[in-house]
């Protein structure tokens, strides 16, 4: 019979394996070096990518959740060097992963191939010069970012060939691995052919399907430190019919064992390094993007938290608001918060503040500090809480500050 673990203990351990709980590198944002940071990356596996920026772009949030203030130009320099340690895939979604795991997604590139080719792509079947000529490109004159391509374009093309075509063929060659990220400016990725940025011997790497898989798998239970079979595809977003047989591998190998965890409705696994704290203290705002929410159904699992991003619902139809933070103190998930960066105005905005049904009275304590070092990070003078949300007021107080209409 399955060893049983308290919902309780699940999420501590699930915390543990997120890199919460652990004493942060002490002083101001310069403590937090090149090693800190890449041992972060490395616990995660991946950093998701998102344009968004309303409050900060979402790869850089974990990172801060995690060891607190820090200079975001350093992690540029880590995360988008053309010859670094790391480099952009589909990973979960676009996302940026050490680059020695590149080649565990060959697979996917060749999924994409497949599934281009069996639905007829009519876009890539009309446009194989356009494909041509964008290698040429890139042979010719290096990484580029797409508008130095689309201002090529208009200048030795015509207006005929629409801009579009641009970003389409580069996107379509960046999923079937014929080109690669050859690092960003200003968030602008730069298109790369693999053989401008990436060594020898990571393109030569051809890792069969079934082994990439299984390391991708055991890579994810690790970073779980506990969950299910869904869990762990999720993370790579694997389908069962590779994701279960990898699982089963896992098990047999001794690298997770079966576990019970109450309420759950599902098998449960853990890892064998899996860390087991008596308790969590932290204090963070989650991005969207987090690995500890980004599955919905996980977080509502662990946290009893329902969370959707209403970035894409009508500005009327939107409950807790357009980019809200989860608010993580300790092992709960007690409230969300819509952050605004207002960089005219230097103020970090609370647009709303909501209390989680069930959790504990007060916190706003815990949150504040949270706030003040957020902003300082930003470079923010001031902060301002809008009265909406049954959290704002005494988040306010908490703040000294007046509530804005």
């Known amino acids: 019979m399955a060893d049983s673990i ?3 203990v699940a999420r ?15 002083g101001p944002s310069g403590a937090v070096g090149t090693r800190q940071l890449n041992l972060a990356i490395q616990k995660l596996g991946l950093l998701q990518l998102d344009s968004v920026n309303v409050f900060e772009r979402s790869h850089y949030q974990p990172v801060f959740a995690r060891l607190g203030p820090y200079d975001k130009t350093l ?17 979960h979604e676009a996302a940026v992963i050490p680059v020695e795991h590149w080649p565990l997604f060959r697979w996917r590139m060749q999924w994409y191939r497949d599934y281009f080719t069996r639905v007829g792509d009519d876009w890539m079947a009309a446009n194989e010069e356009t494909l041509a000529w964008l290698r040429a490109e890139l042979a010719e ?32 060659m960046f ?3 014929e080109v690669v990220s050859g690092g960003r400016r200003n968030f602008e990725r730069t298109y790369a052919l693999p053989e401008q940025v990436l060594d020898p011997e990571i393109i030569a790497a051809d890792v069969p399907r079934a082994e990439a898989v299984h390391r991708l798998m055991a890579m994810s239970a690790e970073a779980h430190g506990i969950g299910t079979l869904s869990d762990f595809a999720d993370y790579y977003r694997i389908k069962q019919y590779d994701s279960k047989p990898a699982l089963e591998r896992l098990v047999d190998e001794g690298v997770v064992r079966e576990v019970a965890v109450p309420g759950w409705g599902k098998k449960a696994y853990l890892h064998r390094d899996a860390r087991v704290p008596r308790r969590i203290e932290t204090a ?6 987090d690995p500890v929410v980004w599955e919905r159904e996980r977080a509502l699992r ?9 970035i894409y619902t009508p500005a009327a139809k939107r409950i807790f608001g357009y980019y809200t933070l989860p608010v993580l103190i300790d092992d709960e998930l007690v409230g969300r918060i819509d952050l605004k960066n207002d960089r005219q105005g230097k103020v970090l905005r609370v647009q709303s503040a909501w209390r989680e049904e069930g959790a504990r009275p007060g916190g706003a304590e815990r949150i504040v500090p949270v706030l003040r070092e957020i902003a300082a990070w930003q470079g923010c003078e001031s902060i301002a809480v809008a009265d909406r949300g049954d959290l704002a007021r005494e988040l306010a107080g908490a703040l000294g500050v007046s509530l804005s209409t």
């Open 6 to 8: 308290s919902p309780a």
């Open 12 to 26: 501590r351990i699930a915390l543990a394996a997120q890199g919460f709980g652990t004493k942060r590198p002490a």
């Open 75 to 91: 992690l540029d320099k880590l995360t988008f060097a053309r010859r670094g340690r790391y480099v952009e895939y589909w990973a």
């Open 141 to 172: 004159k290096g990484p580029l970012p797409a508008s130095k391509i689309e201002r090529d374009v208009e200048q030795r093309r015509g207006s005929w060939w629409e801009w579009d075509d641009v970003k389409r063929g580069l996107e379509r």
């Open 175 to 177: 999923r079937l691995g």
């Open 284 to 289: 963070a705002l989650l991005s969207p993007f």
């Open 302 to 310: 662990l946290f009893g938290f329902h969370y959707r991003i209403e």
